[in-house]
C-alpha cells in the first residue's frame, strides 16, 4: 500500500494518487481508496458550514462503498479514470479505523496493490510509503496531517502542477510500493515544504 496524507484540502493529494494509479494501471491491477475518518456522526462539520453529509450518511461503525462513476465530478471518479480497476471509498468513525482497515482488506484481498488517500489510516497501518502533500505556501497542516507528519517516509510540495520531489521516486516491484534510494545514496528522499 501507498498511504497518500496531506496538509489540507486541494493540497494535490488527490493529483499523486491519480498519477501513481495512471503508472502503474498499465501494467498491473490497482485498487484506489479514498478514506473520510469522522470524528462525530452527530456533531459539526468538520470542513464548516453546513457540510455535504457524509458524516450523518451512515449508521455503522463503517460503510465501504465502490464508486462506479466515470464522470471525473469526484475524486473516487478521477480514480477510476486514472486508471484503477476499482475504487472503494471508505467512511469510518476514528475510534473504529482499525475495523474500517479490516473490512477494506477483507475486501481487496492480498493480490492487487492499493493506493490509499487517507491521513487518520496511518494510526493503524504501516504502508510500503507513506507520503504527505502540502502545497506550496501553505504554513499550518490540518490536525489529522500534523498528528502524522512525523511518520511520512516522504514529503511532496505541490507546486501548480508539479511535485517536488519528483514522485517518481515511489515505485512498485509488482508486489508492494517502496521508495527508491535517493541518487545520492542518502537513502530516503524528503521535501521540507
Known sequence: MVLIGAAGRNAGKTELARRLIAREAAVRSVI??????????????????????????????YLLTEE??????KDTSR??????????????????????????????????????????????VIPGVFAVVRPQGRATP???CLEVAHLADLE???VGSTFVPDPACIVCDGARWSLAPAPDG????RASP
Open 79 to 124: 480514480l477510476l479514470l486514472a486508471g484503477a480497476s476499482r475504487v472503494l471509498w471508505l467512511r469510518v468513525l476514528r475510534e473504529r479505523l482499525a475495523d474500517g482497515l479490516g473490512a477494506l482488506l477483507a475486501e481487496t484481498g492480498r493480490a492487487p496493490l492499493l493506493v490509499v488517500e487517507s491521513n487518520s489510516l496511518r494510526h493503524v
Open 32 to 61: 484506489g481508496v479514498k478514506v473520510t475518518t469522522v470524528q462525530d456522526r452527530h456533531g459539526p462539520c468538520p470542513r464548516g458550514g453546513a457540510g455535504c453529509g457524509v458524516c450523518s450518511s451512515f449508521d455503522t461503525p
Open 142 to 144: 490540518k490536525p489529522s
Open 186 to 189: 542518502a537513502g530516503q528522499r
Open 156 to 158: 511532496l510540495t505541490f
Open 68 to 73: 462506479r462513476a466515470r464522470d471525473g465530478a
